[in-house]
């Protein structure tokens, strides 16, 4: 079992719509979850990070964490076509010699 | 604010050989990571830098090796060069304190090509 592991996709949604993107972690000790959008050829870039039980919004974007069921999601309202790119979910702990485990990334495409 | 800063772009190299890629992090940041993005594969960590020390380091060969320099800039050197080499490797930065509390902010990467 990976430690981060997200559905790798495609997920595909119209424009507007809400797109919803899961990630469930292994280890009960993390501390922080990343989210990071990555478009085709490019580096990832920072979107939100939770640390704590619920929700956080930002923008379009909403963060949401649930550390007793070990997941954390990532929705995205009134999707557009710029939305289109590969999402990271990334996991950390605080530990000394902690680090940031990422997932393989879940594939959005919106459609006009 | 200048971002993470990465070179070359582009490193073509043959089997055998050695690459050197560098990294410049944001001011103020003093943690350097260094990932491997293979084709169509996942971030793979390789090495954390954090106050000139190597902090932790994934599960690759010792030719993957690396050192930062006092002005928190990194090296990622890859030695005897393999085919499975080629990839988009990455260098983030964050504040000090571990890549598990901060966010961490990519450079633009470096495409290594082994042929």
């Known amino acids: 079992q990976k430690e981060v592991e997200q559905n790798s996709g495609p997920l595909s949604v119209p424009e507007g719509a809400i797109a919803s993107l899961n990630c469930t972690y292994s280890?009960?000790?993390?501390?922080?979850f990343f989210w990071y959008r990555q478009y085709s050829g490019k580096s990832p870039e920072l979107i939100m990070f939770?640390?704590?039980?619920g929700d956080k919004e930002d923008g379009r974007f909403t963060a949401q964490l649930n550390k007793a069921s070990q997941y954390v999601s990532l929705l995205i309202r009134d999707s557009q076509p710029s939305d289109s790119a590969t999402y990271l979910c990334?996991?950390?702990?605080?530990?000394?010699?902690?680090?940031?485990?990422f997932g393989d990334g879940t594939t959005l495409t919106v459609k006009p | 604010e200048a971002g993470v800063t990465q070179s070359p772009t582009h490193l073509i190299k043959t089997r055998g050989q050695q690459a050197t890629l560098r990294c410049s992090p944001i001011?103020?940041?003093?943690?350097v990571y260094w990932y491997q993005q293979a084709l169509g594969l996942g971030l793979q960590f390789l090495l954390w830098?954090?106050?000139?020390?190597?902090?932790n380091r994934g599960n690759f060969p010792p030719r993957f090796s690396g050192r930062q320099f006092p002005n928190y800039s990194s090296e990622l050197n890859v030695n005897a060069l393999e085919l499975e080499d080629s990839a988009l490797y990455l260098c983030?930065?964050?504040?000090?304190?571990?890549?598990?509390?901060?966010?961490?902010?990519f450079g633009p990467g470096t495409r290594l090509t082994v042929l």
């Open positions: 983030a930065s964050s504040l000090a304190g571990g890549q598990g509390i901060h966010e961490q902010f």
């Open positions: 280890d009960r000790g993390s501390q922080s």
């Open positions: 939770i640390y704590s039980n």
């Open positions: 990334a996991v950390g702990d605080n530990t000394n010699a902690g680090k940031s485990t």
């Open positions: 001011s103020g940041h003093t943690s």
């Open positions: 830098y954090d106050e000139g020390e190597e902090r």
